[in-house]
């Protein structure tokens, strides 16, 4: 059975820096893109970022180009987003993703499992 853990969510002042990890289990994903989203309350999920399988391409959405780091480690079956110069507007809870395939998408229905999310609080 496939889980995804995340985890590395708390609160932190605007200006700051998290880290998310993303653990997965119950097979071997390093063929898979992997991504992260995120949802504020009262909105939608949206896309955050993506990592094709084998890390050497990203996608980011345009409000946190610049700030965010997606990685992976795949002999870990993990993947990271770094996140530098956050703002209130990043409070959400982040879940972490794996896609159908090794390609980069922003389509949630694209991606086939997901964590329980993490969640991240920034105050201003």
């Known amino acids: 059975q496939v889980q995804l853990v995340e985890s590395g969510g708390r609160l932190v002042q605007a200006g700051g820096s998290l880290r998310l990890s993303c653990a997965a289990s119950?097979?071997?994903?390093?063929?898979?893109?992997m991504g992260w989203f995120r949802q504020a309350p009262g909105k939608e999920r949206e896309f955050v970022a993506a990592i094709i399988w084998s890390g050497s391409t990203t996608l980011y959405a345009d409000s946190v180009k610049g700030r965010f780091t997606i990685s992976r480690d795949n002999a870990k079956n993990t993947v990271y987003l770094q996140m530098n110069s956050l703002k209130p507007e990043d409070t959400a809870v982040y879940y972490c993703?794996?896609?159908?395939?090794?390609?980069?998408?922003?389509?949630?229905?694209?991606?086939?499992?997901w964590g329980q999310g993490t969640q991240v609080t920034v105050s201003s």
């Open positions: 993703a794996i896609h159908r395939s090794r390609y980069l998408s922003t389509n949630q229905d694209t991606f086939d499992y």
């Open positions: 119950g097979g071997t994903f390093s063929s898979r893109a």
